[in-house]
């Protein structure tokens, strides 16, 4: 079976859109994934409904639930997974009911994706979000015992130990001060960690720094490919306006594209397949479009799925599905 073949089925069942390197379908993941062939994706990239106390309208399980609930999708993403393939998870953490202290869900989860399921942790990762709301108000803003959170992890797993990856194709620009430096040369010396610093140093590599796993992006108003902005959750950018031009629903937990795009171009070559279980408004599809990788889109949310078409120039876009107007 091809899984991405000019009609894009999977088995017999329809896409809701196509474009033309992939396919966003509008049903259950755990019964689509498992009806796909062992070790056919690339790549795993996806943001599940977080484990909170208060329900959110994109749907989360409760905590208690929540590593159980997982596992039934993990052990099926780890099935379809090729060998050098990733799993990259993005979740974010919480507090527990009811006092100033943090769970420890997101760990729990992680230990049993390895010492359960078999991943390998490639490397842990952490994406800055200075726009987190300063929450729970208890007591952050009220009782003020408590900083804002701004961070959120991603848990880079792996099938194998040697996942494929290529970190020159995320280099970023050498600051100022590290092209002066180079210029102006080190001198030879031995750092108080022990650690020797020799005229090799001198002579940094072409193409740029590599990245640290701290992501940072900038939420400007760069446009990325006329269809996708950098920043997260903008409330200016194309998706939006138009989701409420046709009076859509717009998804409220979006990630930056800047998120998917950095671990698709570190992780995948041309023309791999990327998967989205939980897709939502198919940030990561979009962006892998872009990127000149095959995709596949899961949501079981109609008015997501259906707003995420915008995130495609009309150009690349198929339309299968009815108007929701």
Known sequence: M????????????????KSNL?????????????MLPDSCIDLVFTSPPYALHFKKEYGNVDKGDYIP???????????????????????????????????????????????????????ECFWYNPAKMPVPAEWVTVQRIRVKDSVEHLWWLSKSPWPKANNLKVLKPYSKDMLRLNERGLIATVRPSGHNINPSFNKIAPGGSIPPNVLEFENNEEV??????????????????????????IHPARFPAA?????????????????????????????????????IAIESVKDYLEASKFRFDESRLNQLSLNLM
Request: aromatic fraction near 12%; proline fraction near 3%; charge should be negative.
């Open 2 to 17: 091809d899984i991405l073949s000019p009609d894009y089925l999977i088995d017999d069942i329809a896409p809701f859109y």
């Open 22 to 34: 992939g396919a966003a379908y509008l049903d259950d993941s755990l019964k689509l994934m498992g």
């Open 69 to 123: 609930w997982f596992l039934n999708f993990a052990a099926q993403i780890k099935r379809i997974l090729k060998d050098d393939g990733s799993f990259v998870l993005n979740i974010g953490g919480s507090f527990n009911k009811g006092t100033p202290t943090r769970s420890i869900y997101h760990f729990k989860l992680l230990v049993a994706l390895v010492e359960e399921l078999g991943f390998h942790l490639a490397q």
């Open 224 to 249: 990325y490919d006329n269809f996708l902005k950098l920043g997260n959750n903008s409330s200016n950018d194309s998706y939006t306006h138009k989701c409420k031009e046709a009076g859509i629903k």
């Open 259 to 295: 998120l998917p795009d950095f671990f698709i171009k570190l992780l995948t070559d041309n023309n791999d397949i990327v998967l989205d279980p939980f897709a939502g408004s198919n940030t990561t599809g979009a962006v892998a479009e872009n990127l000149n990788r095959r995709w």
